[in-house]
């Protein structure tokens, strides 16, 4: 285990696995890129595993089945969201268990974690319930905090994507930056690096463990950048610091 500070929290997204090991997306084997990626999140020795959503493309058991074990192998406590990708109910049943846990918030005390869940079946795009919103503004104003959710709240400049954005973005903005103490809101969804830190809470999205798109384009491209995975170290006076760590 690594120091008690900084809080050093990894975070991975749309892994999208397939039904068999050897599932190609765009290309891209996307098993042998998660197992990659995950030995560097394991190197880097973090205190916290976060998977934020898409983490199979059909939400099949054996899929989950199989992802339970790769994250189980970084042996640190992982905390996993649904995206849209993903089968809710399946993956609670199949994806949870040894380390492997659902949207619990996560304290160390100054710092809470907490993670929405912004997935509607069968649909692309994403919302978050007035439960999750309430379960954020139960944070209060003092609470120094991160929140995961999958869904950007607001557009990363890409029409394809920002079509399928979150619904209620503005709901989720408008409870986040009336508590000063939320530092980020870490999303996934747009499979390449977006971060607007000219607001508060800052926005930030995270590349996929799986295949990359470019940013800021009309329509659907893919990106030829590797793999990677971000990393937050938090600090006991508030200070935080965040990089995105690709993997060749
Ligand atoms: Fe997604």
Same mark, same amino acid.
């Given at each position: 285990?690594?120091?008690?500070?900084? *809080?050093?929290?990894?975070?991975?997204?749309?892994?999208?696995?397939? %039904?068999?090991?050897?599932?190609?997306?765009?290309?891209?084997?996307?098993?042998?890129?998660?197992?990659?990626?995950?030995?560097?999140?394991?190197?880097?020795? %973090?205190?916290?595993?976060?998977?934020?959503?898409?983490?199979?493309?059909?939400?099949?058991?054996?899929?989950?089945?199989? *992802?339970?074990?790769?994250?189980?192998?970084?042996?640190?406590?992982v905390r996993v969201i649904p995206g849209n990708h993903d089968d809710g109910d399946v993956l609670a049943r199949h994806?949870?268990?040894?380390?492997? /846990?659902?949207?619990?918030?996560?304290?160390?005390?100054?710092?809470? *974690?907490?993670?929405?869940?912004?997935?509607?079946?069968?649909?692309?795009?994403?919302?978050?319930?007035?439960?999750?919103?309430?379960?954020?503004?139960?944070?209060?104003?003092?609470?120094?905090?991160?929140?995961?959710?999958?869904?950007?709240?607001?557009?990363?400049?890409?029409?394809?994507?920002?079509?399928?954005?979150?619904?209620?973005?503005?709901?989720?903005?408008?409870? /986040?930056?009336?508590?000063?103490?939320?530092?980020?809101?870490?999303?996934?969804?747009?499979?390449?690096?977006?971060?607007?830190?000219?607001?508060?809470?800052?926005?930030?999205?995270?590349?996929?463990?799986?295949?990359?798109?470019?940013?800021?384009?009309?329509?659907?491209?893919?990106?030829?950048?590797? %793999?990677?995975?971000?990393?937050?170290?938090?600090?006991?006076?508030?200070?935080?610091?965040?990089?995105?760590?690709r993997v060749p």
């Open positions: 285990m690594s120091e008690q500070w900084p *809080l050093k929290i990894a975070q991975i997204t749309d892994c999208h696995l397939g %039904p068999e090991p050897d599932y190609e997306l765009n290309g891209q084997p996307v098993e042998s890129h998660l197992l990659r990626v995950l030995e560097a999140v394991r190197d880097w020795r %973090p205190h916290l595993l976060v998977a934020t959503g898409d983490l199979t493309d059909f939400g099949d058991e054996a899929a989950y089945l199989r *992802l339970n074990q790769h994250l189980n192998m970084v042996d640190v406590p994806l949870t268990g040894g380390r492997v /846990a659902l949207t619990f918030d996560w304290h160390r005390p100054p710092w809470t *974690l907490l993670f929405l869940d912004s997935l509607i079946p069968g649909f692309p795009d994403g919302r978050v319930s007035q439960q999750e919103l309430d379960r954020l503004a139960e944070l209060g104003p003092a609470q120094l905090a991160l929140v995961f959710v999958h869904h950007p709240p607001q557009p990363v400049g890409s029409d394809w994507i920002d079509a399928m954005g979150m619904r209620n973005g503005d709901d989720l903005l408008r409870v /986040a930056e009336g508590l000063p103490g939320i530092q980020a809101i870490a999303c996934g969804h747009v499979h390449h690096v977006y971060e607007d830190t000219s607001r508060h809470p800052a926005v930030l999205t995270t590349p996929s463990t799986s295949y990359q798109t470019l940013p800021v384009t009309p329509d659907f491209e893919v990106d030829t950048q590797p %793999p990677g995975f971000r990393a937050f170290e938090l600090y006991p006076d508030g200070q935080w610091t965040t990089h995105v760590t």
